[in-house]
């Protein structure tokens, strides 16, 4: 064994950096040495390797100091990101190495006397600033600057110049050899200990060089001491000496992910990693560390990855992650509860109680999580009949917004208000785990968990089960096109050369095959992708009893590459053409849908041709149809782009049961905040005005409503929310779209504004007037005038006909309305009504104005409200409330045949009485004074709770007595 001085490895450099992502010459600057640092692009993230503009490289650079709060805070910066600053140019030595000089650390910085330079923080970058050589996992490079006291480090092997330098990958299998050279600022007695065993030692050198055989397998640690009498240094080197990988089946039946095995103390981990050679699971139950026991064993077509695990603790928490040959750590994709480092701590205990902190020896920020006897959330309503597609009124929202505590919880607590509004399904926008935490859910990471930022998983399986409850379904929203890149299956096979997923993924392409994506695509050619799916897909149907999925991005779901070989120039027209590669990977993707719950819907985000669109239409999918921009012209009074026609079959040849129509979703700005700010005015009538928009607001979903078919209302625009789609934050709108994104308020406060209240209880009654006539909705005949100034909708459906007349125009217009019968027709929601004659006849309306004409009186007498059920399915309600006496009735609807009682109880919860009234059909009823289970003359003055029971669930609403 060897000491070589300083001066002697300095001869060696070359040797070194060909090694090491970064070198310095001299190893231990001091705050006063002009140092010279020289990257190797070879190593790291590789982001400027084979760059052929080898003229065009610059330093990023500054220190960090005794006054920086951390990794980030760089101080002293010199260079401006993206410019070409002379100053910053570096060097070309050839063969993709790149130098730069700094002559005196402290005055180059202009770093005052008294502010300890810790370390220099350094990127080296193109010109322009979108290439950069960084770690290999993008993060900044950093070189020490000592004190001047003794200092030590490993040269062989390497480490990466992280804040905290941490050895580059070693891959070792028993058998092989590793060279070491562990170096001193100054003369010191130096010695090496391998797995506790004195290996070598040298007295008064400043390096020491060796050589190490590994005879064994497993976990390997090498310490290095040195001491020149007045200080003593030590450094760790811990590493993984791989054996021979077993090539064996797992037990029959073991799935993707985690099986968890009879006895709750065993698990069997099984990942899908085609051409890895070495996975090693650590966490923990191994304290993080690599050992022979827990280095997966692979199936013989090398396509997976298994190991059992044993001895765990019932009911408790496991963290863990995978070494994937020696290169890269990362969480379990197939996980179903994923630990973020970035994002957890900001999780309120009230949103996520019980959340465990991220392990402090993990590597990066995401971690999976596995348990055995996990808590089994109780399934309460098990024989949810879903509402029929064409009969759908779905309520998309973002669980972040839609109430102020943004949680799974609060959205359980604000359920009744939906149910009163009448939809019948709920849309989630995605809710499987997400980068950040604040996010539309657009940008996926995991699959199978659900984000906690909203709850734990539980949380979010009552959620689903308290809608069907009452009667309403719940779709999901699921993002299958791409994933992002802190997703496990990006990061398993990635291109750091070209900063793109690696050609051999088994799951995404290379580059964008079509002009609209985000994130890495999935490849559409692999059967990977299609299997993925397809687990997906019957994962959430099945555990989380979700109704069905709407599908963001589907039209990009093609074999068809409407892009150059490198993701560019793409061909819009191309992708939007009609594609029988898209529809087989569709009807694919349906029947596997269809076979792990029969019945659930399919939504699609497809905008190709109506002639493809059609197809799925017809095979029992549903696509989203978008009519926001015609609705927007319509509600702001311009008449281009206004016709409302493709609303229906008739314009789009797509059966009316599979278009689901919409006036807003969440990619679109809102209707009143159009109003308020752009919308057309003449000399007495100003849509700008707030009142004035509302009721163009009214005047379009009265159309919208009772068009037949399936359709959709974003979160808030039954009351005429004027919050633009860019609103930012602090108050402003940035028409560039930067706070799209942002959280929105949410403006519960809008109930108490009448005007507000009502474009509410327009939609209500529309929907309670499709309630209680379901052939208006899902299978009506529609005749209709939609794209001039006076339009009419003529519904008829069994046992009543609809006609809805209005005025988009901002002055008064007449037109000609031939009602399908003669004789009177009544004002929906009003109390006027009008004799039809059979024969087309002229109807005057001022701007804005509208009518709802039903061929029945659907009044009530004593209230003048609409005679309807109760919205939302199931409920109950005392008609009119305030009760007064004998005129009072109960009015209540049933969504499916059940089982029916009704009580009457106190505040107190004393129950007062009761009728049981056997079994009955879905519909709606009323029981007349004769029939109440209390004679409400008898009741003294106060509130009273009202129940129907129907099968094994429940509704209740309270009543007010006066006298």
């Given at each position: 064994?060897?000491?070589f001085?300083?001066?002697v490895?300095?001869c060696?450099a070359?040797?070194v950096a060909?090694a090491?992502l970064?070198?310095t010459?001299?190893?231990f ?5 002009t140092?010279t ?6 190593k790291g ?7 052929s ?8 650079v500054?220190v ?8 980030s805070?760089?101080r ?6 993206g410019?070409?600053n002379p100053a ?7 063969n993709?190495r ?9 005055s ?9 330079i810790l ?12 290439l950069?050589?960084a770690?290999?996992d993008?993060?900044?490079m ?16 390497p ?7 941490i050895?580059?990958p ?12 562990y170096?001193?600022s100054?003369?010191?007695?130096l010695?090496?200990?391998f ?13 020491e060089?060796?050589t190490?055989h590994l005879?064994?397998?497993g976990?390997?640690q ?8 007045t200080?003593t240094?030590?450094?760790t080197l811990s590493f993984?000496?791989?054996?021979a990988t ?17 006895g709750?103390?065993s698990?069997?981990l099984?990942?899908y990693a085609?051409?890895?050679?070495k ?7 191994n304290?993080?560390?690599q ?10 077509d090398?396509?997976y990855?298994?190991l ?7 009911a ?5 992650q ?9 969480a379990?994709y197939?996980?179903?509860?994923v630990?973020?480092?970035?994002v957890d ?10 959340l ?6 993990a590597?990066?920020n ?7 006897a ?9 024989s949810f009949?879903?509402p029929?597609?064409?009969s759908l ?30 939809v ?12 950040g935490a604040?996010s539309?859910g657009?940008?996926?990471?995991f699959?199978f968990?659900?984000?906690?930022v909203?709850g734990?998983a ?7 089960d308290s809608c069907?409850g009452?009667?309403m379904?719940v ?10 890149g ?14 793109i997923?690696?050609?051999?993924s088994?799951?995404?392409s ?7 994506d985000v994130?890495y695509q999935?490849?559409n050619?692999s ?5 993925f799916?397809?687990?997906?897909i019957?994962y959430?149907?099945?555990n989380?009893h ?5 599908f963001d ?8 590459n ?9 061909n819009?027209a191309l992708?939007n053409a009609?594609?029988t590669?898209r529809?087989n ?12 719950s029969?019945g659930?819907?399919?939504i ?6 109506n002639?493809?669109r059609?197809v799925?239409?017809?095979g029992?999918?549903m696509v989203w149809n978008?009519m926001?921009?015609?609705?927007q012209?319509?509600t702001?009074?311009?008449?281009t782009g206004?016709d ?5 079959s ?6 009316q ?6 006036q807003?979703?969440h990619?679109e700005?809102r209707?009143?905040y ?7 005015s003449?000399a007495?009538?100003?849509i700008?005005?707030t009142?004035?928009?509302?009721h163009?607001?009214?005047?379009a979903?009265?159309?919208?409503a ?11 625009g ?5 919050y633009?789609?860019n ?5 402003n709108?940035?028409?560039s779209g ?5 959280p ?7 109930l108490?504004?009448?005007r507000?209240k009502?474009?509410?209880d327009?939609y209500?009654?529309?929907?309670r007037l499709n309630?209680s ?12 005038s939609l794209s001039g100034?006076?339009r009419?909708?003529?519904?008829s459906?069994?046992?009543?006909s609809v006609v809805?007349?209005?005025n988009?125009d901002?002055?008064s217009q007449?037109?000609?309305?031939t009602f399908?019968l ?5 004002n929906?929601?009003?109390t006027?009504s009008?004799l039809?004659t059979?024969s087309?006849q ?8 509208y009518?709802?004409y039903?061929?029945k009186n ?8 609409p005679?309807?059920?109760?919205p939302?399915g199931?409920?109950?309600r005392?008609?009119?409330?305030p009760a ?16 029916v009682?009704?009580?009457v109880?106190?505040?107190m919860?004393n129950r ?13 009823y009323?029981?007349t004074p004769?029939?109440?289970p209390?004679?409400?003359?008898t009741?003294?003055?106060g509130?009273?709770?009202?129940r ?14 006066v006298?």
């Open positions: 064994m060897r000491g001085l300083l001066a490895l300095s060696f070359g040797h060909t090491q970064l070198t010459q001299p190893l600057p001091v705050d006063t040495s140092v640092i020289t990257v190797d692009c070879s993230n590789q982001g400027l390797f084979g760059y503009s080898t003229g065009d490289v610059y330093v990023h500054g960090i100091t005794s006054q920086s709060t951390g990794p805070n760089w002293y910066v010199l260079f401006t990101w410019t070409t910053a140019h570096a060097t070309y030595l050839g993709n790149y130098q730069y000089t700094i002559s005196n650390i402290r180059f910085f202009s770093v005052p006397a008294g502010e300890q370390r220099i923080a350094i990127l080296f970058r193109n010109g322009s600033g979108s950069k050589q770690n290999s993008g993060s900044d950093f070189v020490p600057v000592y004190d001047g006291s003794l200092a030590t480090r490993f040269l062989q092997p480490f990466q110049p992280t804040y905290n330098p050895p580059e070693i891959h070792k299998t028993a058998g092989d050899s590793l060279p070491v050279i170096a001193a100054k003369p010191a007695n010695s090496l200990y797995n506790g065993t004195k290996i070598d030692s040298v007295t008064g050198q400043d390096s060089v060796t190490l005879t064994t397998a976990a390997q090498l310490i290095a001491r040195a001491s020149d009498g200080t240094r030590a450094d993984y000496v791989s054996s077993t090539i064996a089946n797992p037990p029959s039946g073991t799935k993707d992910g985690i099986n968890y095995l009879p709750d103390t698990v069997i099984l990942l085609p051409h890895k050679n996975i090693v699971v650590v966490g923990d139950f304290n993080w560390t050992q022979t026991a827990y280095q997966m064993n692979e199936t013989p090398s396509n990855f298994w059992r695990i044993d001895h765990l603790q019932p408790t928490e496991y963290a863990y995978y070494v994937i040959d020696d290169s890269i750590t990362i379990d197939n996980t179903e509860k630990l973020d480092k970035a701590p900001g999780i309120p205990a009230s949103t996520y109680p019980g465990r902190a991220f392990p402090a020896n590597a990066g995401l971690a999976s999580v596995m348990r055995t996990q808590p089994q959330y109780s399934w309460k309503v098990t009949q879903r029929a597609p064409a009124r779905i309520y998309e929202l973002l669980v972040r917004d839609f109430t102020s505590a943004g949680t799974y919880q609060a959205l359980i607590d604000t359920l009744a208000y939906l149910q009163r509004l009448g019948n399904a709920i849309e989630l926008m995605p809710v499987a785990n997400f980068e604040s539309w657009y940008n996926p990471n699959y968990a659900p984000d906690k909203y734990p539980n949380t979010l399986k009552a959620l689903i069907h009452r009667g379904a779709i999901m929203d699921m993002v299958l096109n791409h994933s992002f802190s997703s496990p299956m990006v990061q398993m096979y990635w291109d750091r050369i070209n900063n997923p690696a050609a051999n088994p799951w995404f290379p580059y964008y095959t079509h002009d609209f994130g999935f490849n050619v059967p990977a992708t299609a299997a799916r397809e687990r997906v019957a959430w149907l099945t989380y979700i109704d069905g999925y709407r991005l589907a039209t990009g779901f093609t074999k068809i409407s892009c150059n070989a490198t993701g560019g120039a793409c819009d992708w009609y594609d590669t529809i990977i569709w009807n694919t993707l349906y029947a596997a849908q269809q076979a792990a029969p659930s819907y399919c699609l985000e497809m905008f190709s041709a002639n493809e059609a799925y239409g017809a029992g999918m978008n926001s921009y015609n609705y012209q319509s702001m009074g311009y008449n206004w409302l026609s493709g609303a229906t008739a314009a789009t040849g797509i059966a049961a599979g278009m689901v129509n919409y807003e979703s990619d700005e209707l009143q159009k109003n308020e700010q752009y919308g057309n003449g007495s009538y100003n700008k005005d009142a004035t928009g509302l163009r607001d009214e005047l979903a009265a159309f919208w009772m068009i037949p078919g399936p359709k959709m209302l974003w979160e808030f039954e009351l005429g929310y004027d633009s789609i609103w930012c934050t602090s108050g709108v940035d028409p930067g706070c799209r994104l942002s929105k308020p949410a403006r519960w406060d809008y108490a504004d009448a507000r009502h474009l509410h327009v209500a009654s529309l929907f309630d006539f379901p052939s208006l909705a899902s299978s009506g005949q529609a005749q209709y100034v006076f009419t909708l003529r519904v459906g069994n046992g009543l809805v007349v209005g988009f901002v002055g007449t037109g000609q309305v399908p003669s004789g009177q027709w009544y929906y929601l009003g006027d009008i039809a059979g087309a002229s109807i005057s309306l001022n701007a804005g104005e009518r709802v039903t061929s659907l009044h009530d007498t004593a209230s003048g409200a005679v309807t059920p109760i939302g199931a409920g109950i005392v008609d009119p409330n007064t006496g004998s005129g009072s009735v109960i009015r209540y609807s049933l969504p499916v045949a059940a089982d009682a009704i009580s109880y106190s505040m919860g007062l009485g009761a009728v049981d009234l056997g079994r009955m059909p879905a519909g709606s009323t029981l004769a029939q109440l209390v004679n409400f003359n009741l003294a003055p509130i009273y709770v009202l129907l029971d129907y099968g094994q669930q429940h509704v209740h609403s309270s009543f007010l007595v006298r």
